[in-house]
């Protein structure tokens, strides 16, 4: 996949203070930008780039970073729905820009558009909206989430759209797509599931298994079945491992007597088969649950997502999440007809925010929040990290990971 740029520009930055590298926090460091691109991040006084003329160093703009305030990589989230009163469910262009524009400036400068269950008609129509968004440079592609999920399981998806995995239906989706549709939330347990993966992965669809009441032998031969089908498929930017949409939402508790997709998806992504979404914002799990997960499985093998809708970055209200009606209340969302947990409303640093304050290590919590993701991409020559080549996609964050500033492929946002 091509990764979304926004248009080059020639400004050449210096900015010198404490840089989070793949390799750690790295006090007295240095971040070096020429247009769109990272030249250098690391000790500044190892800094000796041939790229930098002295003309080039007069010319650059200096920036120092006070004492506490750090520069990290910008964030990238595989499974939202929106943000600011604009949403991606909705099918309608100019919504989604606003979320996109709201998303980009809170530090989310790399995203998937998450669509929800609706019916065919509506998601070829958002599929080709978002899909020349992704041509456009603005997303990373898209993710969808559904149709082809469990009753049982529905969460806030309209029960009135599921249906059967059909092949027929995920062609035309995928033509609409156009190469842009990048990973699909499925349940394994549904008729035709196997058959299903199959065409996504064929098609360098990562499948992203979850809203299932499958039992733990399902939940891992079709996550098994998943990560054949994506070594084999040769495609670029395919990460070569199936991911896991909010593990524990969506999906029966782990019982001793049975322990169904959880226990699978745990025992899968520790041995780095698969890689688990975690809503970490103290809504849809327990800190506890978020500290012990990154115990036992390991940053690397998790995703944070923020599963956001419109109302991310707004005032407790009414809202819409696609077709159906929302309230949030003390910042948690419920659909109006049933009670269920209808999304978040956080941002991706709240997210690695909560999941600091978790008792996990910020670096680990930093790492399933760009690294991982970029990997879930095939973005990792692209975004996720601060190294010579990638984007020039980073934040400043202070001591409290409170937002500072935002810049995007060479751009400030904020």
């Not at 698969?274 to 940053?299: C, K, M, R, S, Y």
Request: charged share 20%.
């Amino acid at each position: 996949m091509t990764a979304p740029n926004p248009a080059p520009v020639s400004t050449k930055y210096l900015l010198h203070g404490a840089v989070v590298t793949d390799h750690g926090v790295i006090e007295g460091g240095l971040l070096a930008v020429e247009g769109d691109r990272i030249v250098y991040a690391g000790r500044a006084d190892h800094f000796d780039e041939p790229d930098f003329s002295q003309e080039s160093l007069d010319a650059a703009n200096i920036i120092s970073l006070p004492a506490g305030q750090r520069i990290i990589p910008g964030l990238i989230d595989i499974h939202n729905h929106g943000g600011n009163g604009g949403d991606f469910p909705s099918g309608d262009e100019a919504s989604a820009r606003i979320a996109v524009d709201f998303l980009h400036r809170s530090g989310t400068t790399t995203l998937l558009a998450s669509m929800v269950t609706a019916s065919p008609e509506d998601l070829i129509k958002g599929i080709g909206i978002y899909a020349n968004m992704t041509d456009e440079g603005l997303l990373a592609g898209i993710h969808l989430e559904g149709p082809f999920l469990s009753h049982a399981r529905c969460g806030a998806q309209n029960p009135a759209f599921l249906l059967e995995p059909d092949l027929e239906i995920m062609g035309s989706l995928i033509e609409a797509g156009r190469g842009t549709i990048t990973t699909m939330t499925y349940a394994p347990e549904l008729p035709g599931a196997p058959e299903l993966v199959d065409l996504m992965t064929s098609h360098g669809i990562t499948p992203s298994l979850g809203h299932t009441d499958c039992d733990t032998a399902t939940a891992a031969d079709s996550l098994e079945q998943a990560r054949e089908g994506l070594d084999s498929t040769g495609f670029d930017g395919v990460s070569g491992r199936p991911t896991v949409t909010h593990l524990f939402n969506g999906m029966p508790p782990m019982h001793h007597r049975s322990p169904g997709p959880v226990a699978a998806c745990l025992r899968i992504a520790k041995a780095g088969n698969a890689a688990v979404e975690l809503i970490a914002d103290n809504t849809h799990l327990d800190p506890e649950t978020v500290q012990t997960v990154f115990e036992l499985v390991g940053a690397a093998n998790i995703v944070l997502v923020t599963d956001s809708m419109a109302a991310a970055g707004l005032a407790d209200g009414q809202y819409m999440l696609g077709p159906s009606p929302v309230s949030v209340t003390d910042g948690v969302a419920t659909l109006d007809a049933t009670g269920s947990i209808a999304g978040g409303t956080a941002t991706l640093l709240d997210v690695v925010r909560h999941t600091t304050a978790a008792g996990v290590k910020f670096t680990d919590a930093l790492k399933s929040a760009t690294v991982v993701p970029a990997a879930v991409l095939g973005l990792t020559d692209e975004v996720g990290s601060l190294r010579r080549g990638l984007r020039a996609d980073f934040l400043i964050v202070d001591a409290d990971l409170a937002l500072q500033r935002v810049m995007r492929g060479g751009l400030w946002l904020k």
